[in-house]
C-alpha cells in the first residue's frame, strides 16, 4: 500500500523566513502534485513534477522532485502573510484505466506579520 | 477557462437518508474521479470512472456508494443510506490524459 508522508504536519513562521515542507512516498510513482488548499475551499495545483531532478519555481514557492530517494520538497522563500494554507503533496499512480491521487496528510502553513 | 463544478456547495441531510451529489466535469475529459475529505484531515481517494464504469474504488467505497453518468455531462455520487462518519467534504475531479482538476466541493453534513 503507498503511503505518502509529509512534515512538519504544522509550521508557524515569521513573514520573511525560508522553510522547506517535505513529502516521503513509499513506491514508484508516475507524477507528484502540490496542491494549496485554503479552509473550507478546494485544491488549487500548484505544481506537477513528472521526472527525477523536476524543479519547478512559482513566485515564492520551489517544488523538486528526487524520484530515487522517494522524496518531494517544497520551499518557501521570504514568507508571506498571504501563503498561509494548507499544502498537500499527492503521489499519481497510473493504475492502467485512470490515475489515482494518494495525498500525503498535509501541512498547515501559518506565517505571522 | 473550463472547470469543475458541483452542487449542491452544502447538503445537510439525516443519517439513513439517501444523498446524491452532483459534478459537471470539464467536457472533454474522459477519467471522473470523487474523492473525500474529513474536516481536518487529509484527501481520499474513492472512485475512478471510465469509459461509463468503475476503474478503481477505495475500502471506503462501499456498497452504500455509487456512481453514475446519466446524461454525458453529469457524473453523481449516491450515497444510500447515510451515516454520521459520511460528513465530510466530497471533491469531484475529472482528467484527460494529464492532470486532474478538482471541483469546489460539497460539504456533507449527517446529523
Known amino acids: 500500500e503507498l503511503k505518502v508522508e509529509q512534515n512538519p504536519l504544522f509550521l508557524s513562521m515569521q513573514e520573511g523566513k525560508n522553510y522547506t515542507i517535505y513529502c516521503n512516498y513509499s513506491t514508484t510513482s508516475d507524477r507528484l502534485y502540490w496542491y494549496r488548499q485554503d479552509p473550507g475551499k478546494s485544491l488549487e495545483s500548484l505544481f506537477v513534477?513528472?521526472?527525477?531532478?523536476a524543479v519547478k519555481q512559482e513566485g515564492r514557492l520551489m517544488a523538486s522532485l528526487d524520484t530515487k530517494a522517494r522524496l518531494s520538497t517544497l520551499h518557501i522563500t521570504a514568507a508571506v502573510h498571504d501563503l498561509s494554507a494548507t499544502y498537500f503533496c499527492?503521489?499519481?499512480?497510473?493504475?492502467?484505466?485512470?490515475?489515482?491521487?494518494?495525498f500525503g496528510t498535509g501541512t498547515r502553513l501559518q506565517v505571522t506579520l | 477557462e473550463p472547470e469543475v463544478t458541483q452542487t449542491p456547495s452544502h447538503q445537510v441531510t439525516q443519517m439513513g437518508q439517501e444523498v446524491i451529489l452532483r459534478c459537471v466535469p470539464i467536457s472533454n475529459h474522459l477519467y471522473f474521479y470523487w474523492y473525500r475529505q474529513i474536516l481536518g484531515q487529509k484527501v481520499e481517494f474513492l472512485v475512478s470512472f471510465y469509459n461509463n464504469e468503475i476503474s478503481e474504488k477505495s475500502e471506503i467505497f462501499d456498497d452504500q456508494f455509487s456512481v453514475e453518468r446519466p446524461d454525458g455531462s453529469n457524473f453523481t455520487l449516491k450515497i444510500r443510506s447515510t451515516k454520521l462518519e459520511d460528513s465530510a467534504m466530497y471533491f469531484c475531479?475529472?482528467?484527460?490524459?494529464?492532470?486532474?482538476?478538482f471541483g469546489p466541493g460539497t460539504r456533507l453534513t449527517v446529523l
Open positions: 499527492a503521489v499519481d499512480i497510473y493504475t492502467g484505466t485512470a490515475s489515482k491521487l494518494t
Open positions: 475531479a475529472s482528467s484527460g490524459i494529464g492532470q486532474s482538476y
Open positions: 513534477l513528472l521526472s527525477n531532478g
